[in-house]
């Protein structure tokens, strides 16, 4: 069996502009490259098996050979804002991002079949993203996302700190 390489690590946040800031400041990472994922580019959203719509702002960063996400809530029902209520701000999921569709499914299928988990939430960014978290915490403690696609293909709306 393969080890599936960790692409990114994500955190929620109930404020990104703070959160950029506290980010740079404290740790020095940067830049990062801001998305607001809203419809029509954010599409097929769903939670639970259910068709919702939901909306983010996603603020990427690489530092080291991992991107560092931060995820702010903005409208609808998610994961993110399920996680704020509960936990507070803070370390969400760990991503393994699989480089095409095939190995995507491959991983979906091993989370599913092998792990027993459930899917929580995914949704579509473009054409070419497909994202989706599974829950994992009973079996492996924490939430893993995976798809194909990175966020960092695309045109973001602003970079932090300009």
């Known amino acids: 069996m393969e080890p599936l390489p960790i692409s990114q690590i994500a955190l929620v946040v109930n404020d990104i502009e703070e959160a950029l800031e ?6 020095g990472w940067g830049p990062f490259n801001v998305y607001e994922h809203k419809p029509p580019l ?8 259910k068709d919702v719509e939901y909306t983010m702002i996603g603020a990427e960063a690489h530092v080291g050979p991992i991107v560092v996400e931060l995820i702010q809530p903005v ?7 399920e996680w704020l209520e509960e936990h507070g701000e803070g ?14 499914e491959e991983t979906r299928r091993r989370f599913l079949e092998e792990a027993g988990a459930d899917i929580l ?4 960014i473009g054409d070419g993203i497909h994202f989706y978290y599974v829950d994992s915490q009973p079996q492996l403690k924490a ?9 960092v293909d695309l ?6 700190p300009a």
């Open 75 to 81: 409208s609808g029902p998610s994961i993110y804002a």
């Open 155 to 160: 045109r973001p709306s602003y970079v932090y």
């Open 143 to 151: 939430i893993f996302e995976s798809g194909t696609g990175h966020a």
């Open 22 to 27: 506290r980010y740079y400041r404290v740790l």
């Open 91 to 104: 370390l969400h999921h760990i991503a393994v991002m699989r480089p095409t569709l095939e190995t995507s």
């Open 42 to 49: 954010l599409h097929h959203t769903r939670v639970r098996g």
């Open 121 to 124: 939430m995914e949704g579509r």
